[in-house]
């Protein structure tokens, strides 16, 4: 049995019931090494086994290993595990070595939808989610993406935006939204959403860049409607009052 766990923003407070049964039902606890420590208050006794970036593969497999032993696996991923974490990656895996074992996805709260909260209602309206990480996917593909989203005026939640190897994407980025958007639109700036240090920063979308941005940062760019009001950046959904 493998549990594949979103624990959401990292906090206990913002995991599932049933993530956090799923966790004590496991009698190996499996993941990256941040999410591992974000949720140690609950893995007492637990066997773990930890790794650093890079290594899903290899988790996964280890994973099925010891499902195939008769263990229960709790195989852990930040966030949603089926939106850019383990979901996918474990059932390919299995699939990949023709063994049948059973496999449960767990939802987490997603770090667009935590910061989506922190800033107020950002994404009440048709939005999309684009990572502007090029490890697994070409810079070409992102920038097409990016034009797309841009012309259907969608709200756009950038995931994985400026690390220490990528620290023009987001000046890209944005100048390939600048194309599309008013240079005003307002963007919302979350890092560490609904963990310990948390920070909120609303901006505009010609400004963003000016921002402190690194890889525990969510950016939200609002659509044509969207506004400010009271601190809280907003996006009607077109309700009459």
């Given amino acids: 049995m493998i549990y594949v766990i979103g624990t959401g923003p990292g906090l206990e407070d913002y995991m599932s019931l049933r993530a956090i049964e799923a966790v004590k039902d496991s009698d190996i606890i499996i993941g990256y090494k941040t999410y591992i420590n974000q949720i140690k208050g609950l893995l007492k006794d637990k066997e773990v086994y930890s790794a650093g970036m890079k290594k899903e593969i290899d988790r996964c497999k280890k994973a099925l290993e010891y499902a195939l032993q008769g263990k229960k696996v709790g195989l852990v991923s930040g966030g949603d595990a089926g939106v850019y974490g383990m979901a996918g990656i474990m059932q390919e895996i299995a699939l990949e070595h023709s063994k049948k074992v059973q496999i449960?996805?767990?939802?987490?709260?997603?770090?667009?939808?935590?910061?989506?909260?922190?800033?107020?209602?950002?994404?009440?309206?048709?939005?999309?989610?684009?990572?502007?990480?090029?490890?697994?996917?070409?810079?070409?593909?992102?920038?097409?993406?990016?034009?797309?989203?841009?012309?259907?005026?969608?709200?756009?939640a950038l995931y994985n935006p400026k690390s220490n190897g990528r620290r023009e994407h987001i000046q890209k980025a944005r100048d390939i939204l600048l194309e599309y958007k008013d240079k005003n639109i307002p963007v919302g700036i979350v890092r560490n959403a609904k963990r310990e240090k948390e920070e909120i920063e609303i901006t505009t979308l010609e400004k963003m860049c000016e921002s402190e941005i690194n890889m525990s940062t969510m950016i939200i760019i609002g659509n044509s409607k969207t506004y400010v009001a009271n601190g809280r950046m907003i996006t009607p959904r077109g309700y009459k009052y």
């Fill in 104 to 156: 449960e996805v767990i939802p987490g709260i997603t770090a667009a939808n935590a910061a989506a909260a922190s800033l107020g209602a950002p994404i009440m309206h048709d939005y999309t989610v684009i990572s502007l990480s090029d490890l697994l996917t070409e810079w070409s593909l992102i920038e097409k993406r990016l034009e797309c989203a841009g012309q259907g005026d969608f709200v756009i």
